[in-house]
C-alpha cells in the first residue's frame, strides 16, 4: 500500500529510560542532533518514553505537528514496539509508519563505561532510524483461516501432557511417536524426582488418559515424513514405520516434545569392555525389573563425558540428582552396601539439595577429582573392577575394589530431533538441542511461529519441569 504523496513530518522521541540509558547516553544531545536530520520536525525527550504522560505526548505532536512518521529511541523493540504501534494508531497514524531504534541494549548497557562513545553510536542509530522511516509505506493487517489441529512430536510425558492440555481445550490433536508404545524414556525409570514415587504410577494413568482422549489421534512406530507451510496451515504428512502407509492432514500449531536420549560412554571407563560397567539409565532399569544389583561395593562416577572442553561441553543438570537418588534407593534395599561418588563437584538445584544431604546422612562417600585427573578403572582377575582415584579436597590417593562401576553421562540429542529441525527450519543450539526464541521472553518458542518445544528436546530436565513446559507449550 503505498502513501500519499505528502512531505515526510518525522517526530522523534528518545527515552531517558530513567538512568538506564540517561546515566550513560548524552540524551539531550541526541534529541539536539535529531532535531537536524532531514524530514525531522518534532524531537523531545522524556523519562520514560512508555509511561501514559509520555504516550500522551506522542499522541498529541502526531495531531499537533501533523506527524506521518514517528521514531521512538528507547529499550527494547521485543517488549515495546507494539505499545508504541498502538498508541500511533491511536492518534489516527498507520501503526506501521513506526521505527523503533534500541538505544538501551545496543548503547547504555554495552558501553556504560565509554558514554562519549554510547552517545556518538546513539547518535548513529537514530539517524539511521529516521532514514529508514523516509522509506517506510503504511500496510493493512489481513486475516486467513487457522487450522484449530495440532501436531504434538514425540510421545513422552511431556509430549503426552501436551497433546491432552490441548485436547482438554477442545482441539483435535494428532500424536506422533517412533517407538510402538507411549511413554518415552519414562518408561525406563523406575522411582522419580523430587519426592520418589514410582515411574509407571505416571506413566499409567498418562498413557490411559491420551488412549481414552476422543480428541487425540495417535500414531506410534511412526514419524514425520514432511512438514509444509505456515503458522495456523502446516501440511503434515506422517509415515507408518511398520506399513508404510502414508496419511495427510493440515494443522495450525506444532509442538515438538521428540526428547532426549543417554549419551553412550563409549570407551569411557570400561563400559562396553567390562559387564560390570553400566549407567545410570541401565542400572534404573535393573532396579524397575526388581533386579537388585548383589554388589558390596559400588562406585558412580559422575559428568562421564559431559563438561568437556570439546564436545559435550554442558553440564547434564539432572547427572548428579540421579545419582544420588538411585545410591539412596540402592542404600534402602540394601543398607550394607558401600556406595562412592566420584565427581568433579556435585550440581543439585532446588529441592534437589536435599538429596545431596540424605547421601551425606546415609553415609555414601563423596570423592571429588579434577578433570585433569579423571579416576582410572582395571578389571581384577575376579572380575571385580579396581578404581584409582585422587581426593582433590583430602589430598589423599584412594584404590576402591568394587562389585559395580555406574557411569552418569550426560542426556544429549539424537538424530530424530536433528532431522525434525532441519524439517521445521528451527535452530538448534551449541547444545544441539532445540533453540528457543528468547530465553527469557519467548522461553518455549521456536524461531519459526507457530512451533513450541517442551521436555528434554528443549534441554535436560526432570519429569516435573517437562510437565510444567508442556503446559506451557500448549
Request: with cysteine; hydrophobic share 40%.
Amino acid at each position: 500500500m503505498k502513501a500519499k504523496a505528502e512531505p515526510l513530518r518525522i517526530g522523534v522521541f528518545v527515552c531517558h529510560c530513567g538512568i538506564n540509558i540517561g546515566g550513560v547516553v548524552d540524551v539531550p544531545s541526541v534529541v539536539k542532533y535529531a532535531s537536524r536530520l532531514p524530514n525531522v520536525v518534532h524531537a523531545e525527550e522524556n523519562l520514560y518514553t512508555c509511561s501514559e504522560e509520555a504516550l500522551s505526548r506522542i499522541k498529541e505532536a502526531i495531531k499537533e505537528k501533523k506527524l506521518n512518521r514517528v521514531v521512538v529511541a528507547a529499550c527494547t523493540p521485543r517488549t515495546h514496539e507494539p505499545l508504541f504501534r498502538v498508541t500511533c494508531q491511536e492518534a489516527g497514524l498507520n501503526p506501521y509508519l513506526f521505527e523503533f531504534v534500541n538505544i538501551r541494549e545496543h548503547c547504555s548497557w554495552v558501553h556504560m563505561h565509554q558514554p562519549e562513545a554510547a552517545t556518538a553510536k546513539a547518535k548513529s542509530l537514530v539517524r539511521m532510524g529516521v532514514a529508514r522511516a523516509q522509506l517506510l509505506e503504511p500496510q493493512v493487517e489481513s486475516e486467513v483461516e487457522v487450522e484449530a489441529q495440532a501436531l504434538v512430536i514425540g510421545g513422552g510425558i511431556s509430549g503426552m501432557h501436551a497433546a491432552l492440555n490441548l485436547a482438554n481445550q477442545g482441539f483435535q490433536v494428532y500424536l506422533v511417536e517412533k517407538e510402538a508404545e507411549l511413554g518415552g524414556m519414562l518408561r525406563k525409570l523406575y522411582r522419580l524426582l523430587p519426592d520418589g514415587v514410582e515411574a509407571s504410577k505416571i506413566l499409567k494413568p498418562s498413557v490411559e488418559a491420551v488412549k481414552a482422549s476422543e480428541k487425540i489421534k495417535i500414531f506410534t512406530s511412526s514419524k514425520i515424513k514432511s512438514i509444509e507451510g505456515y503458522v495456523g496451515n502446516f501440511n503434515v504428512t506422517v509415515i507408518s514405520l511398520e506399513t508404510g502407509e502414508e496419511t495427510r492432514f493440515k494443522v495450525g500449531t506444532i509442538i515438538v516434545a521428540t526428547g532426549a536420549v543417554e549419551k553412550e560412554p563409549t570407551q569411557l571407563y570400561g563400559y562396553g569392555e567390562y559387564e560390570n560397567v553400566i549407567t545410570q539409565l541401565q542400572l534404573e532399569g535393573l532396579l524397575k525389573e526388581g533386579k537388585i544389583p548383589p554388589a558390596k561395593k559400588i562406585v558412580m562416577i559422575q559428568c562421564v563425558g559431559a563438561r568437556e572442553s570439546t564436545g559435550t561441553t554442558y553440564c547434564g543438570r539432572i547427572c548428579c540428582v540421579e545419582a544420588l537418588k538411585n545410591a539412596l534407593i540402592l542404600k534402602e534395599l540394601n543398607p550394607k552396601v558401600e556406595i562412592y561418588i566420584l565427581h568433579r563437584d556435585i550440581r543439585t538445584y532446588g529441592r534437589y539439595e536435599e538429596y545431596y544431604q540424605k547421601a551425606y546422612a546415609a553415609q555414601i562417600h563423596h570423592l571429588r577429582f579434577q578433570e585433569e585427573k579423571p579416576p582410572e578403572v582395571s578389571q581384577l582377575p575376579d572380575k571385580k573392577l579396581r578404581v584409582k582415584v585422587r581426593d582433590d579436597l583430602q589430598g589423599r590417593d584412594y584404590t576402591i575394589d568394587c562389585d559395580l562401576l555406574v557411569l552418569s553421562p550426560p542426556l544429549v540429542q539424537h538424530s530424530e530431533g536433528e532431522e525434525a529441525a532441519r524439517m521445521l527450519r528451527v535452530p538448534l543450539g551449541q547444545d544441539r538441542f532445540f533453540l528457543e526464541a528468547h530465553a527469557k521472553l519467548r522461553p518455549i518458542d521456536l524461531a519459526t511461529d507457530g512451533i513450541f518445544v517442551c521436555g528434554t528436546a528443549h534441554g535436560p530436565k526432570g519429569i516435573p519441569e517437562s510437565v510444567a513446559q508442556a503446559y506451557a507449550a500448549a
